[in-house]
């Protein structure tokens, strides 16, 4: 298909590439065809295709297979207050975890990310060597607003999360717990969503000096996650700019 652009193709395909390498070569064709109807360039996703595969365009993303855990020695029961409904919350209403891991130097690191349902925003994180409830409770530490805003906290059954430290934490705060229910990955799927998102845009193929390292790329990466990287659920928008318009 054509384009009725009257820009030259040599600006075209600039364009595409400055979207491209914008994005950290993580965009697609879809995302790449919103930025460029922002600039007033309107291509078919078949156009864009071509122009990547002529300039050797090639995204980070791949399919990965979602992977559980469950913990069999659960200590507390809950039910799943969510049901597979991610949409249509209120600023800060439901929130959402997992934890992840990377190889730094040999030795396995975890990152603990809170996500806000109502606009996709990771409003918290933290790094450590341990997959404990203390790494769990110093990323609750890293929220800029008071814990007693949250409604619902909803995560997988792992240890992690299922323990008398953030029970007790979320009790002090009036925070409902929800869990997925075991061998349900799609029970947290935004999670799950985002940390796939997360090892494809900063993690693949990838090799940290150090620790030291890994956190500054981290906090440079949840930055422009929040404030530059468009999100599809968003109508396009950055999980900022979703809530600098919609939230009351």
Not at 1 to 10: C, G, I, L, R
Not at 45 to 51: A, G, H, L, P
Not at 81 to 98: A, I, P, R
Not at 172 to 201: C, F, H, Q
Request: charged share 25%; with cysteine.
């Amino acid at each position: 298909m054509k384009s009725n652009n009257p820009k030259s193709n040599h600006t075209i395909d600039n364009a595409v590439i400055s979207i491209f390498l914008k994005s950290r070569k993580n965009y697609g064709t879809r995302k790449i065809k919103v930025m460029l109807a922002q600039q007033n360039i309107l291509l078919s996703r078949i156009k864009i295709s071509k122009i990547m595969q002529r300039y050797n365009l090639i995204s980070n993303y791949t399919k990965l297979k979602y992977k559980h855990q469950s913990n069999k020695n659960a200590i507390y029961k809950y039910h799943n207050l969510l049901n597979q409904e991610f949409n249509n919350y209120k600023l800060h209403e439901v929130v959402v975890s997992d934890l992840t891991q990377v190889a730094i130097n040999s030795k396995w690191y975890y990152v603990c990310f809170l996500i806000d349902l109502f606009n996709r925003e990771v409003i918290g994180y933290d790094v450590s060597s341990h997959k404990d409830a203390k790494l769990v409770e110093n990323t609750f530490k890293k929220l800029s607003f008071s814990l007693d805003n949250i409604k619902i906290f909803h995560t997988d059954q792992g240890s992690e999360f299922n323990n008398n430290i953030i029970y007790n934490l979320l009790a002090k705060n009036n925070v409902a717990k929800s869990y997925s229910k075991p061998g349900r990955p799609y029970d947290n799927a935004v999670s799950e969503s985002t940390y796939k998102i997360l090892k494809t845009e900063l993690i693949k193929n990838r090799k940290f000096k150090n620790i030291e390292q890994f956190k500054l790329e981290l906090f440079d990466y949840v930055n422009w996650y929040n404030n530059v990287r468009i999100h599809s659920k968003l109508n396009y928008l950055t999980p900022i700019e979703y809530k600098n318009l919609y939230s009351t």
